[in-house]
């Protein structure tokens, strides 16, 4: 499976767009792009996902580069409940390929006041 | 929806003792998975669950664990006997076919 590149921190003022990159390199033709993340003392949260197309939901928005290589997440207006770990990850359109996420280390956010 | 139920959430043990962690997946959900994070290794799968039935347990770290899924609604993570290097959070998630993943809030073991 591909792998992903983040930074691994970023600083956002509250109230400005955060916006988090994502390299992907070597990402496959049926493989979709995943973000998920983690406040501190809980379980991963999903957040959106997308194959080729911009996707948005109520969480953020996902824009992915038309050759698929690279893709930022974008949370419109951060709040200071954002504060969180980022992960960036690509997962294969099959079944029971959940097993081989790779997740890294992912970004750390930290949104200030 | 509750979401995926862990238990205990916090658990502290000498070592060689036996140690139990129980998750309640989200109904319906057909994949289950156990995960163990460190600050080392990050995320890493341990085993998962399809229907019940283990389908890959390459990353149990070796026999000292064990995991079962008796039904659709319970499964549990067993570590005999624990040894300090097992301390970790432990989380179980659980999805659909092609599906986000749902996390429960994790289990921190500490083992002394």
């Known amino acids: 499976d591909a792998k992903t590149t983040q930074p691994p921190s970023m600083d956002c003022a509250e109230g400005r767009a955060a916006n988090l990159p994502c390299n992907h390199s070597t990402i496959s033709g049926n493989e979709y792009v995943y973000w998920y993340r983690q406040i501190h003392s809980q379980g991963p949260q999903y957040i959106i996902h997308g194959l080729k197309n911009n996707e948005t939901n109520e969480m953020a928005s996902l824009i992915i580069t038309e050759d698929r290589k690279s893709s930022t997440l974008i949370l419109p207006h951060a709040t200071l409940r954002d504060t969180a770990v980022y992960y960036c990850i690509v997962r294969p359109d099959n079944a029971g390929n959940n097993r081989k996420l790779i997740w890294g280390l992912g970004t750390s956010l930290a949104v200030n006041p | 929806d509750a979401g995926v139920i862990q238990s205990p959430r916090h658990e502290v043990t000498e070592m060689g003792q036996e140690v139990t962690l129980r998750c309640k997946p989200i109904s319906g959900h057909d994949y289950l998975f156990w995960y163990r994070q460190t600050m080392m290794r990050g995320l890493e799968l341990l085993i998962y669950f399809n229907n019940n039935v283990p389908i890959d347990d390459s990353g149990m770290p070796e026999d000292r664990f064990s995991a079962k899924m008796p039904n659709a609604s319970f499964s549990t993570l067993k570590i005999q006997p624990s040894e300090p290097r097992d301390s970790a959070v432990y989380f179980c998630?659980?999805?659909?076919?092609?599906?986000?993943?749902?996390f429960g809030n994790g289990t921190r073991l500490t083992v002394t």
């Open positions: 998630a659980s999805g659909r076919f092609n599906s986000p993943l749902h």
